[in-house]
């Protein structure tokens, strides 16, 4: 995962299973998801939808992308 957090340089990142990082941000975020079928996001304590399937490669700006991004409830 590639994170930009407001007008900061991006950071790359690697996870493992059941790591779960926290960032904070005053304008936004803009992320590269690398295998976006193995994320789960949750922004503002609301889950968002699923992503896409394994290994699709998905970018989006938060809050900017999250309408589209949410499960439709």
Partial sequence: MR?????????EYMFQPGNRPEWK????????????????LTFDGEGIAKLG???????????GDLPRAREEG
């Fill in 53 to 63: 399937g394994p290994g699709q490669v998905v970018r989006m700006r938060l809050p």
């Fill in 3 to 11: 994170i930009q957090i407001d007008d900061s340089e991006p950071r």
């Fill in 25 to 40: 941000a005053r304008q936004g975020f803009y992320l590269i998801i690398g295998n976006a079928g193995g994320v789960e």
